[in-house]
Structure formats: structure tokens, C-alpha cells
């Protein structure tokens, strides 16, 4: 039986070291908290980051798709592989506020059922069967647990997480290395990797320490892909390497943010883009299909819009144009008989 030492200490001369970074990132977090920016704006940098994470989370597997497909796309019904692998991490990204702060394994399994739904069969089940970690050569790295260990470890590795560490030192250590040791747990056939990366969002939202913004984590990690799988893959209790490349990533991501933010200023931009995007992604298929007929002409009236669905009540219809109208992705013309829309 494996036994899992986590968190490790750090020695003193390496703590060192990472407290430069620790400094930098307190600096960094307390700007980024700081920074004159509007409420249209942070919804706007919000969702932008929201979107990335995920794709950038799916891409890390091997996803092909760019960030400009993924803007454009139905992200609600998906209908390709490459669209579901994003929904997926999509979704499960949008749920992590809503786990309580002292996490189980049923909370894991929760989220892995919504990143691998459709994907893996077992999604959401704990791994029955021996599993290795292989390199891009196909050689054997690393012999995962055996199924019989699974269970024990987690519940070690979730003591800990839920322990309440009082220094930010310690609680971005913790934070570092359980994504290390989530991935040495693996504790699911497939989708461990895009499993930890929520759980590595999930641990930095709890320390409530960044406010309501999306850490470019993944994009970081996307950048530089071959050095993470490369320190991922290593298996010692010396994790000093892994945990100075996650905190660069949280500095890389913080000083990203500031930038992002700085060109929205520099730029005047009070863009609503970002959120009327989001808006029409939770729309029901069928309002999504009336606003493009809208888009697609000038101006419509009701009778041209109800043709096109036949077999719907034009009651529904109406209902329909009244929410859209009423969530300013359309607008409404005139009166009575002479009502248009248009966008």
C-alpha cells in the first residue's frame, strides 16, 4: 500500500525562493483588486476568461479548436467531439462556486461526470482497473495506484486540502501540490488532467483571495505544455520545480489580467460583446433560431417570424420575441399592427 505524504515541506532554502514569487503575486492580486474597471467590463473579462480556461483546459489534451471557433459556436449544443470537450469543462468551470468549502470524493466525481459526460462511459466513476501515465514516445513514466488504493488516498489528499492553512505561503503550496498529487492519484480512467485543473481553480477561488477574476491558468499551462507534462511526470516528493512553475503561471496569469485590463482602458472600450455572447449561448434553440432570422434582415414583423415555425403556437412565438426583446438582443419597433424587430 502506497502511503501519500501531502502536503511536502519545502526546505528552507528553496521556501526562499518561492517567497519571492509569493511576494510578486500578493503585489500583483492586490492591483489587479485595485484597478478602476466598470461592472460591463469585468463581466466582459469574466466571461472572455471563463471561455478561455476551458478550451485552453481541452486543448492541453489534444482539442484543435481555436479561440475564435470556440466564440463562435453553439457551446450549448454541441454537436462535434472538439464542441463537447469544451462545453463539458465549460459547465463543470461554472459550478465550482457552488461546492462547499470542505470537498469530498463524491464532489470529484460530480465533476468528472460533467467534463467527460458523453466522452467516457464510466464518467464520474472511480478507476476499477490498473492505469499508467505514458510519455509522447509511449513509454512507461509512471504506474499509477492500483484500483484498491484509489479510495484511501483521496480520502488523505482531501484531508488536507480541507485543513485550514492560515499563511498564503502554505495555501499556495497546498494548492501547487495538490494538483501534482491529484494527477499521481489518478483516480479516473480518463479526464484526470482537465478534472485537477478545475479542482486547481476551484482551491485558489476558496482562498478568496483573487475576487471574482478567472486565472489564466490554463492558457499559461497550454504555453507551456511540454515543461508541464514533463514536471507532472516526475515522480518524487521533491516538488519544488512543480511548485515554482504554478506559482509563475499564477504571476504570468495575474500580470496577463492587469494587461488585458489596461488595453480595455487605454482603448475606451465598453464592449458588451462578451456578455451578449453568453446571453445568446443560454438561449432555448429555437429563440436562438428566431434572433438570427432578425439578424438576417433589417427589419422583421411578427407574421414573417411566426411562418417560419409553423407548427409552434404563435402564442410561444410571441413569448418567445417578448424575452429576447426583454434581454436586449432584440428591439421592438412601433406599435400594434406596425411592430418590426431588429437587432
Not at 476551458?54 to 463562435?72: C, D, M, P, R, V
Not at 509511449?138 to 485550514?164: A, D, H, R
Request: contains cysteine; aromatic residues 10%; positive net charge.
Amino acid at each position: 500500500m502506497r502511503i501519500l505524504k501531502f502536503p511536502v515541506k519545502i526546505n528552507p532554502s528553496n521556501s526562499k525562493k518561492l517567497q519571492l514569487l509569493v511576494d510578486k503575486i500578493i503585489i500583483l492580486a492586490k492591483a489587479l483588486q485595485h484597478i478602476p474597471i466598470n461592472n460591463v467590463q469585468k463581466q466582459n473579462i469574466f466571461h472572455q476568461e471563463l471561455l478561455k480556461s476551458s478550451l485552453f483546459s481541452a486543448k492541453i489534451e489534444g482539442n484543435q479548436l481555436t479561440l475564435i471557433q470556440a466564440q463562435q459556436i453553439d457551446l450549448t449544443n454541441p454537436r462535434k467531439k472538439s464542441h463537447l470537450e469544451v462545453s463539458n469543462v465549460l459547465k463543470a468551470r461554472s459550478k465550482i462556486k457552488k461546492i462547499p468549502e470542505q470537498l469530498e470524493i463524491s464532489h470529484l466525481q460530480n465533476l468528472h461526470q460533467v467534463i467527460m459526460h458523453k466522452l467516457l462511459d464510466n464518467a464520474g466513476k472511480l478507476r476499477l482497473e490498473s492505469s499508467a501515465i505514458f510519455d509522447q514516445f509511449g513509454n512507461i513514466v509512471y504506474l499509477t495506484p492500483s484500483p484498491e488504493e484509489i479510495k484511501l488516498m483521496l480520502q488523505s489528499f482531501l484531508k488536507n486540502i480541507n485543513q485550514k492553512y492560515e499563511d498564503l505561503n502554505q495555501q499556495l503550496f497546498v494548492v501547487a501540490q495538490s494538483h501534482y498529487y491529484f494527477e499521481k492519484i489518478h483516480p479516473f480512467l480518463d479526464g484526470n488532467g482537465r478534472t485537477g485543473r478545475i479542482l486547481t481553480h476551484y482551491l485558489l477561488c476558496r482562498l478568496k483571495f483573487f475576487g471574482d477574476f478567472v486565472l489564466p491558468l490554463d492558457e499559461y499551462f497550454n504555453q507551456n505544455r511540454s515543461k508541464y507534462y514533463r514536471l507532472l511526470e516526475k515522480n518524487t516528493t521533491n516538488v519544488f520545480e512543480f511548485v515554482k512553475f504554478f506559482l509563475e503561471g499564477i504571476v504570468w496569469s495575474l500580470e496577463k489580467l492587469l494587461e488585458d485590463i489596461s488595453n480595455l482602458d487605454d482603448q475606451n472600450v465598453f464592449d458588451e460583446s462578451a456578455i451578449t455572447k453568453q446571453k445568446i449561448i443560454n438561449l432555448l434553440p429555437r429563440r436562438q433560431e428566431i434572433l438570427q432570422i432578425v439578424t438576417d434582415h433589417e427589419y422583421c414583423s411578427f407574421n414573417f417570424i411566426s411562418r417560419r415555425f409553423s407548427t409552434i403556437p404563435k402564442r410561444t412565438i410571441a413569448n418567445d420575441i417578448s424575452q429576447l426583446v426583454k434581454q436586449k438582443l432584440m428591439i421592438k419597433h412601433g406599435q400594434t399592427r406596425g411592430v418590426v424587430y431588429s437587432v
